[in-house]
């Protein structure tokens, strides 16, 4: 079956229903260029998702030099064929006409064009004087979720091993951090412990503030299908706002923001009270269930309804779905994330599956999902506040042991403290510690919270900024050097998804004008640092993608996300593998601890954990008291109200988030017109009872302001929870008059109203608990709310406007694959 389909009116396409313990079934979505057919395409390449972090498997269609479509790939396990409306669209932010091409230096207060030697040695020249004069710790380093795995792991290198310094860290500190500490926490290492194949066997499915459908729109369409075949799961849906999730939940419940450990605790409660535990899992494979009951013990569903506002019965309900499962699968992600008690939240989330027993075989486990398509990698290469290969920076053995593979003495990596999370970072280059800065694939200039604070920083005369990037970003605009990226199907690299499948990407089509890879970039400034180990030989010896693989496969032996039975002609051409994938395991792993915990002992676990309520270190020796068999950690946490609280002068909740058709601050998506289309613009989205209280109406203008600054936006009136406010955080000035920072018109950018504040464990922001309050600036008067209506954003009432559409621009190819190709 071939069929057309608007893939932005119908994000998820047409069902193929699919029964439990039975394969998922293949469907081949594609799209190519306006005017381009089949026969005109000369090569297809491989490669996976670059907007999110499932990892949907892809060919990209090749025609004179071009890229112009693309094609899921049926035999790949993420996948199985199909694609997002991010992934169908988005390539087309390749051709875009501002993408950088040359670099850029900042003369008298301009950047101008200049080669790449100009540019590099202004970068080095700095470097080596902040070197020898102010040490490793003035020199900074900021990168993304979305470069490869080898440009991670050099990074890496310079940065820890060439450098020296400990301030190295991705913006998936705003996304996944918690992820990870989370993981660390409970199961002393980070790696997801599930598989997105657990959707096809779990009973029931259980989303904590994650709204799968916009985020990870291909592993939603897996559940959809579960949800059309025979003997469905129950779903559990935890969040604000009437997601495409919820709206297809057993049970939704939309606590108050800022109440997700209230909440957890109260679960905890019912289930330990109605004895649904299994005991003789706890009894072999974890320790702390006996401070945990007695935590929670108070934690009743009348208690959480009061703190949470939700129905108690709704939570005694909840409760009675979770006990009842056999076969439970949980999933996280940001309105965990970036609520108040992050970590301590999601460690509950881990709980709730330790106490159930259900954990290392089919549909049964927990997934902290990343956000991003290389978050994980960020992780594992040491990119993101961790050293490289899940190595416990207090361990003198693990750091020994790092040291033997980078052929560097033990001092020379610096770990005397944790290394530093983002937000210090900005902090130590607003007190002027940091003096120089180098940005790579992100645009903190909206993304970071209380954006004129981040602004100030980045437009300090003392601050040296290196901004790497494909456009001209309100970031880069900031910058003293600009370099111009190679970008995914430019380049040739590897990277890993949420549920641990890595892909391979290779190069498709040549950069545009002088534009190189950052892999090479990053290889262009060791050479001309000159970083040598400890017999003077090169630290970073590698000269190409496989050859940086090939580096890291050596970090990672023996580590717990073992690289090293995967080769770029293993996964040339087939479906992505998980790691760890070894000799013994040379097909990968689908999931961890099948037979208990493994890296969880003291001398092996990659942190000895922090106090979830303060985040006050744990010591080994305490951690050796704890667990000296290395067993998970059911780490209780007491609810704390959030510092920010409304009053009468801010009296909503502030919440911001995602959209289905946009990634992070548009730099790509919205350079494409079929997404942009789909969403052009800000907006602010509140209840009906509350649009009644405030006197606003469908479409009129209103500015949302906090103590920090204010955003403006068309109003869309939603079944979100009463009391709350959401803004979509993407907008930011690029593709506006003044370029780089709110006119006169009022801030576009969520990020001015957020809180400067952090989870104490993972030291991820807050961008999910604040206080606002709402003015009129103009009535709609004829004027629609930009917002789709497909999404969390669909109108309380569907006849007061019309429906998101594609039109003819948005009609994807969708194919049933054959019988065969269902078996694969």
């Known amino acids: 079956m071939r069929a057309e389909v608007d893939r932005i009116a119908e994000p998820w396409g047409e069902r193929t229903p699919y029964g439990p313990d039975t394969q998922w079934p293949a469907r081949v979505d594609s799209f190519l260029e306006h005017g381009v057919t089949g026969d005109k395409v000369q090569g297809w390449v491989q490669t996976a998702s670059l907007l999110h972090s499932n990892g949907d498997a892809m060919d990209l269609a090749v025609a004179d030099g071009r890229i112009v479509g693309v094609r899921g790939r049926p035999q790949d396990r993420v996948n199985r064929g199909r694609l997002g409306p991010k992934d169908l669209f988005a390539w087309q932010a390749n051709h875009s006409r501002d993408r950088l091409t040359t670099p850029l230096i900042r003369e008298g207060g301009r950047l101008v064009a200049c080669d790449w030697d100009a540019a590099m040695d202004r970068i080095v020249d700095r470097s080596k004087l902040l070197l020898r004069e102010r040490g490793p710790g003035s020199l900074g380093f900021?990168?993304?979720?979305?470069?490869?795995?080898?440009?991670?792991?050099?990074?890496?290198?310079?940065?820890?091993?060439?450098?020296?310094?400990?301030h190295l860290d991705g913006n998936t500190r705003l996304c996944t951090a918690t992820a990870a500490e989370a993981l660390k926490e409970t199961f002393g290492c980070d790696g997801q412990p599930a598989s997105y194949t657990d959707v096809d066997h779990a009973d029931v499915i259980a989303l904590f503030g994650h709204n799968m459908a916009e985020t990870q729109p291909v592993l939603w369409m897996r559940v959809l299908d579960r949800l059309a075949g025979g003997d469905p799961p129950l779903l559990l849906c935890v969040d604000p706002r009437p997601t495409p999730v919820a709206r297809h939940a057993t049970v939704h419940l939309a606590p108050r923001a800022g109440t997700n450990v209230a909440l957890l605790n109260a679960l905890l409660h019912e289930i330990i009270r109605a004895g649904r535990i299994d005991r003789g899992f706890i009894d072999a494979h974890t320790v702390g269930f006996d401070e945990l009951a007695a935590g929670v013990v108070d934690c009743t569903p009348g208690w959480a309804a009061r703190i949470c506002d939700v129905p108690a019965a709704k939570v005694t309900e909840a409760a009675e779905i979770l006990g009842g499962a056999e076969r439970?699968?949980?999933?996280?992600?940001?309105?965990?994330?970036?609520?108040?008690?992050?970590?301590?939240?999601?460690?509950?989330?881990?709980?709730?599956?330790?106490?159930?027993?259900?954990?290392?075989?089919?549909?049964?486990?927990?997934?902290?999902?990343?956000?991003?398509?290389?978050?994980?990698?960020?992780?594992?290469?040491g990119a993101n506040g961790d050293l490289p290969g899940f190595r416990n920076w207090e361990n003198d053995a693990q750091v020994a042991d790092l040291a033997r593979v980078w052929n560097v003495e033990s001092s020379r990596i610096p770990h005397y403290a944790p290394p530093t999370p983002a937000m210090q970072i900005f902090r130590y280059a607003e007190q002027?510690?940091?003096?120089?800065?180098?940005?790579?694939?992100?645009?903190?200039?909206?993304?970071?919270?209380?954006?004129?604070?981040?602004?100030?920083?980045?437009?300090?005369?003392?601050?040296f900024t290196v901004v790497q990037d494909l456009y001209l970003t309100e970031t880069a605009q900031l910058a003293d050097v600009v370099l111009p990226a190679a970008t995914w199907g430019?380049?040739?690299?590897?990277?890993?998804?949420?549920?641990?499948?890595?892909?391979?990407?290779?190069?498709?089509?040549?950069?545009?004008?002088?534009?190189r890879p950052d892999l090479d970039i990053l290889l262009d400034y060791a050479r001309r640092m000159d970083f040598r180990d400890k017999d003077d030989r090169p630290l970073v010896p590698w000269r190409d993608a496989e050859s940086a693989f090939a580096a890291?496969?050596?970090?990672?032996?023996?580590?717990?996300?073992d690289y090293t039975g995967l080769t770029y002609e293993r996964l040339r051409g087939a479906s992505g593998i998980q790691w760890p994938c070894t000799r013994e395991a040379p097909e990968g792993t689908e999931r961890l601890y099948t037979d208990g915990v493994t890296w969880a002992a003291p001398e092996t676990c990659?942190?000895?954990?922090?106090?979830?309520?303060?985040?006050?270190?744990?010591?080994?020796?305490?951690?050796?008291?704890?667990n000296p068999d290395g067993r998970a950690v059911l780490k209780a946490a007491e609810y704390m109200p959030p510092h920010e609280t409304t009053d009468d002068e801010y009296p909503l909740q502030l919440n911001t988030g995602r959209t289905l058709y946009h990634f992070h601050t548009r730099t790509k998506t919205g350079r494409t017109p079929q997404l942009n289309a789909a969403a052009p613009d800000v907006w602010v989205e509140l209840s009906a009872g509350e649009a009644l209280r405030q006197g606003v109406e469908e479409g009129d203008l209103v500015e949302v302001t906090s103590p920090r600054g204010s955003v403006r936006g068309r109003l869309r009136i939603t079944g979100i929870r009463d009391g709350m406010v959401f803004l979509p955080f993407h907008y930011g000035y690029w593709d506006t008059p003044e370029g780089d920072h709110p006119g006169k018109g009022g801030g576009r950018a969520a990020n001015e109203t957020t809180v400067t504040d952090w989870d104490p464990v993972s030291k991820q922001p807050l961008f999910k608990t604040a206080a606002a309050r709402l003015t009129l600036v103009e009535r709609a008067e004829g004027t629609r709310s930009p917002a789709p209506t497909t999404t969390a954003s669909a109108p309380a009432d569907p006849r007061s406007v019309p429906p998101t559409t594609g039109g003819p621009s948005a009609m994807a190819q969708q194919t049933a694959a054959s019988t065969e190709g269902n078996r694969r």
Not at 332 to 341: A, E, R
Not at 436 to 442: E, K, P, V, Y
Request: hydrophobic fraction near 35%; glycine fraction near 10%.
């Open 328 to 381: 439970l699968l949980s999933t996280v992600l940001q309105g965990v994330y970036q609520s108040h008690q992050a970590t301590a939240a999601a460690c509950q989330v881990n709980n709730l599956q330790l106490i159930r027993g259900m954990l290392g075989r089919p549909g049964c486990g927990v997934l902290q999902m990343n956000g991003q398509p290389t978050a994980q990698n960020t992780r594992e290469c």
């Open 142 to 166: 900021y990168t993304s979720g979305q470069l490869f795995l080898e440009e991670y792991y050099t990074l890496a290198v310079i940065a820890r091993a060439g450098i020296g310094t400990n």
């Open 432 to 463: 002027g510690s940091i003096r120089m800065l180098w940005i790579s694939g992100t645009n903190p200039a909206v993304s970071l919270p209380e954006l004129d604070r981040i602004r100030g920083i980045l437009g300090q005369e003392r601050l």
């Open 606 to 626: 990659e942190t000895f954990g922090r106090d979830l309520v303060t985040g006050a270190s744990v010591s080994e020796a305490e951690y050796r008291a704890l």
């Open 490 to 515: 430019e380049k040739t690299g590897t990277f890993t998804n949420a549920d641990r499948t890595v892909h391979l990407s290779d190069k498709a089509v040549d950069p545009p004008g002088d534009a």
């Open 552 to 561: 890291w496969k050596e970090c990672s032996r023996g580590r717990p996300c």
